[in-house]
């Protein structure tokens, strides 16, 4: 026996016993969870502060593999919206967002195709892996895996994008053979035009098509605020009005409207986690406690 156990088996720690009882009560609880999720499909849209700092990075390649290697299929839609700016800048390139979305004209559109699809995809893709799991950069280019079409804003965005179609014969294969699919949320429509797809959007619909048994979006906030409360659920007519208010700005439009048009698509659960909290996507899926805020269709939340 090594040391280490030695000095726990004789409780020279004081507190350590309660500390064991605590994590295995933990362990414990996550197993009705294991069991109903094993084979189900889990969307998670990847972005904010997660993307940037090298800790919670890794510990969201952690949640990963441990999710994919309790059995869910597990489909990553990253950001990078950070990204895209910085190379943007260093191109001299301006950058401008209306309603949370990029104005992208076709020197911009470069810009995210090789930002998106290269360098912060890769870095995903090698993170996961070095875990353990076997994760497949896909982007929404290959193999049709996003046929786009031109988003309703169009004329005052540009070169961006809604998702028409989803290749979900490629990204079923993909789970089957236990691969994680790190999809960059760009497409391109019948004519070959690429289009840039907010990324909140892209999850959405790849989670429609695949019929997922949750959206979770990973972001840089608690939840969504009202003032200074934290909602723990928000219906579509509450989260239209604090749109109007102005009180849901910026990014969280995009988030809060895909996120009802997955739930009216019949995708059960949809959640908003704050990606600076370590592994808080574990303690989403695997604990009673739940963490940030569920959005909801108007008749549960009443
Ligand atoms: N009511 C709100 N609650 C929470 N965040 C909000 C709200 N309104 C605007 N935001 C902004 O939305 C941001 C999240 O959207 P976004 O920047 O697109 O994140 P991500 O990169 O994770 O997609 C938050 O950092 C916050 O600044
Ligand atoms: C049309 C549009 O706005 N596309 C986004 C795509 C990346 C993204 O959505 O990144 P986050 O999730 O980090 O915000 C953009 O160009 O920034």
Known sequence: MSNVMNDLC???????????????????????????????TFVIKYGGAAMIDDVLKNAFA?????????????????????????????????TTFVHGKRVTDRKMIDVV????????????????????AKAVGVSGLDARTIQAEPCTEAAHLGLVGEVASVNTEYLDLLCQAKLIPVIAPIG??????????????????????????????????????????????????????????????GGMIPKSLSAYR???AGVGKVHLIDGRFVHSLLLEIFTNAGVGTQFVSEKESQ
């Open 188 to 249: 391109f429509d019948n004519e070959g035009n690429i289009y840039n797809i907010n990324a909140d959007d892209a999850a959405s619909g790849i989670a429609i098509a695949l019929k997922a048994e949750k959206l979770i979006y990973v972001s840089d906030v608690e939840g969504v605020h009202c003032g200074d409360r934290i909602l723990k659920s928000v219906c579509k007519s509450e989260a239209a009005d604090l749109i109007e208010q102005g009180i849901i700005s």
């Open 10 to 40: 004789r409780d020279s720690h004081p507190g350590m016993k309660e500390r064991q009882l605590a994590i295995g009560q933990v362990l414990i609880e996550a197993l009705p969870y294991i069991r109903q999720f094993e084979g189900k």
């Open 113 to 132: 195709q090789m930002t998106l699809a290269g360098k912060v995809n890769q870095d995903i893709v090698r993170l996961i892996s070095g875990h353990g």
């Open 62 to 94: 952690q949640n990963v593999t441990l999710l994919r290697k309790v059995g869910i299929n597990v489909v990553v839609v990253h950001g990078g919206g950070n990204a895209i700016t910085n190379t943007a800048d260093s191109m001299g390139l301006h």
């Open 262 to 264: 997955t739930l009216d």
